[in-house]
Structure formats: structure tokens, C-alpha cells
């Protein structure tokens, strides 16, 4: 992969992988941070990224692993601020759907969480989701199935908070 | 109900104003990065070719180099098979593999000095033998290490966890530490962190008799338990038939 290869490659990828993985943690300035640093690294591990099948899903999983490791890594250091669950990071307004939807997706458990954003907003079928989680076919649609039907009830629960409070 | 799948399906980003760096600042980056890790290597490399070069040269004519009390075997009628087998697989699961003659250690990833296993001991092997896989970041090292009986494999074994307990109290929170996983009666797995953004070692060391398989893995994601299991998972995995043949080196051998 030459400069121009690359330059073309992070900026045609940079933001897609960015969302994915804010969707995956849930911190925009956590995820933008990592995808940033997994882009420095596929550069200085360029000549055996061209040997990777899915360059993108190469930096995709190394900035999701590079994202748990700080948050795995800040709650062993004690440290007050916990990050990749952090507070508001939003520099805009975002819709009170989109905001239900992250809130709801931060409940599930990682692995649910993953299987979904990689599979529905990454687009990609599940033996790829299978491929690069590194499980059995199986075992992601179990955990679609059981993500879709948490997410379904989360959605729905805020849905009903939501009414609840206008109706008062 | 909202649908769950809609919602996600058309997951936006709003707000998401992007400042990336310019690509060419991130290909600088990478660039230095890479010169680091070549230039730890090398650092890493050449220290422990002078730290074993004398030893192994000692082991290879069967000179202890320890000043420890000689072990008392469990039973003095067992002999132990002291060399390695020709026919050992000690690169199973690792297919592109090649030897690593003399033993190299990646002594750039530990956390405390002297804190990775070692050839020389105390006690010191007898024979060792070690194969090396590149991945696409990192990759695979194993180690078969030979030892004059059980007694000083085990005495080996307990030095390691030893230095990995006391160097994991000592570097607990830092950026740089070493995490004692899991030990037994036969076997330790244990981790040496080697950077805040996650990238780690993973090591297991194996007793069977007399020897000692060391398997080490280099992955991203420390501090997250389901990479470490993964891990480990595939370590056993690979290093399976090499434990299977590992019976020759027992009491009874196979």
C-alpha cells in the first residue's frame, strides 16, 4: 500500500469506521481517538495490512480492541473518569431517537452490542461478523437474536418513560 | 414498539463533526512508531543473544551454571529423557514457523528486568528449543525447555511465577505492568502490557516432567478478559499435539 493508497483508503473509511465504532462504545471523542490510532498503526504495519483481506475490518477491530483496553485499563487504574462510558459528548443536538438508541445499545452486553453494530450498521453478512469477532457462525446469530429482541424492549421501555411524561 | 432494526440501520452520527488528522500526519506517526518497535527489537534482540549465548553454550555441555543445591528427583529410579527428541513437533499449529537457533527472548516486553523466563535459570535447561511464527501484528514464539529432572523444571516453573507475582504488585495501574492470569500445580498464564492502548503478551508456561513449554502470543486488547480467555484458548489449541508428545519427558514416559 503506497501513500496515495492509503490516503485514499483513510479517507474514504475514516468517518464510516469512526460511527461504527462510536456506536460499538458510545463515546465519539473515544472512538474518533482510537480509529485515529489504528489508522497509525495500519501505516507502520502497512506491508502486512495489503495481506489482510478486509483492510477495513483490520482497523475497525484493532480500534475496538485499542477502545475496551482503555476502558478496561482506566476502571484497573482507579482512575475517576471512565471514559468509554462517559458523560454528553455530543457537540451538536442529536435527535431524542438517536439518543434512545445509544443509551439503549450501552445497556446491552458487549458481545450483543458488537454482533448488532457490525452486522446492521456496518453492513456486513454474519459470517464476516463471525470472521471478525472470531466466534462460531452460530453463536453471532444467537447473539443478534437476543440483541434485537433486548434492544426491541429498551427501545419500547422509553418509549413508554417518554409517554409516561408528556401524559403527566 | 419502535423497530430495533430500522433504528439501527439508519444509526447516523449527528453532531459528528470530524477533525481528523491530515493523512500525511498519520502516516508520520506510523512511521516513527515503526522505527520504535524495530529499534526495540533490535535493543531486545541483542541482549539476549549476550545474556544466553554463554549459558546455552554451558548447557550444551551439560554444565549446571545455578549455584543451587542439586534437586532430589522423587525417585531416583526415574530417568529422564534430558534432549529433545528430533521428531518433536514443537511447531504444531504453527505452519509457518521457523526455528529460532539460538533462543531469543522478546526481553523488550517485560515489565521488570529479568522478569521473563530464561534459558540460564537458575536452574539452567539442558536443552531448548524454540520456533517463531510472524502474524500480521506480532505472532507466536514457543519454547521447549529440557531440564536435568522434574525437580529443576518445577523449581523453574515456581522462579517465573515468582518474578511475575512480585513484578505485578510492583507495576500495578502503570502503562508498562505485568498480570499473573491464572497458575497451578503445572502451568502459569500471565500477561506483560507493554502499552496503554492495550497491546500486551500473553504467556503460558507448561510443566510436564521435566520440561517446560513456553507459549507466548502478542495481541491487542489487555485488560479484557474475553481477549485474554481467547487467547489462551488458542495457545491450547495449537499447542496441543506438542503437549501430547510432551509425555516423554514425564516419569513414565509415553
Known sequence: MDEREFDDFYAASFQRITGQVYAMIGNRDEAQECVQEAFVRAWAHRRKLEKAEHPEAWVRTTAYRLAVSRWRRTVRSRRPADRAVGPAFESAAPSEAHVALVAALKQLPEAQRQALVLHHIADLPVHDVAREVGVPEGTIKARLSRGRAALAALLADDEGHAEGLSHA | ?254
Request: glycine fraction near 6%; hydrophobic fraction near 40%; charged fraction near 20%.
Open chain 2, 1 to 254: 414498539m419502535p423497530d430495533p432494526i430500522d433504528e439501527l440501520e439508519n444509526f447516523s452520527t449527528p453532531g459528528l463533526t470530524m477533525n481528523p488528522l491530515p493523512a500525511s500526519e498519520v502516516r508520520r506517526r506510523g512511521t516513527r512508531m515503526r522505527r520504535r518497535n524495530h529499534a526495540i527489537a533490535a535493543i531486545g534482540g541483542v541482549a539476549a543473544v549476550a545474556i544466553i549465548a554463554t549459558p546455552l553454550a554451558m548447557a550444551a555441555s551439560n554444565t549446571r551454571t545455578d549455584t543451587n543445591p542439586p534437586v532430589t528427583n522423587p525417585s531416583p529410579s526415574v530417568t529422564w529423557v534430558t534432549a529433545i527428541p528430533a521428531d518433536f513437533p514443537l511447531a504444531s499449529g504453527l505452519p509457518r514457523a521457523t526455528a529460532q537457533d539460538p533462543y531469543e527472548a522478546q526481553a523488550d516486553a517485560d515489565a521488570c528486568d529479568g522478569l521473563g523466563w530464561s534459558p540460564d535459570g537458575p536452574p539452567a535447561a539442558v536443552d531448548v528449543q524454540q520456533v517463531v511464527q510472524t502474524e500480521n501484528e506480532g505472532g507466536v514464539d514457543r519454547a521447549l525447555a529440557v531440564y536435568a529432572d522434574a525437580d529443576a523444571a518445577t523449581q523453574a516453573r515456581l522462579a517465573l511465577e515468582a518474578r511475575v507475582q512480585e513484578c505485578a504488585t510492583a507495576t500495578d495501574g502503570k502503562a508498562r505492568s505485568t498480570e499473573l492470569v491464572s497458575s497451578d500445580g503445572s502451568s502459569l498464564v500471565y500477561l506483560d502490557h507493554v502499552s496503554d492502548a492495550g497491546d500486551m503478551f500473553e504467556h503460558r508456561a507448561l510443566q510436564v516432567g521435566n520440561a517446560l513449554l513456553l507459549d507466548t502470543v502478542y495481541s491487542l486488547g489487555g485488560g479484557d478478559p474475553t481477549v485474554v480467555q481467547r487467547n489462551l484458548q488458542a495457545i491450547e489449541r495449537l499447542s496441543a499435539p506438542a503437549v501430547d508428545a510432551m509425555c516423554v519427558f514425564s516419569a513414565d514416559p509415553c
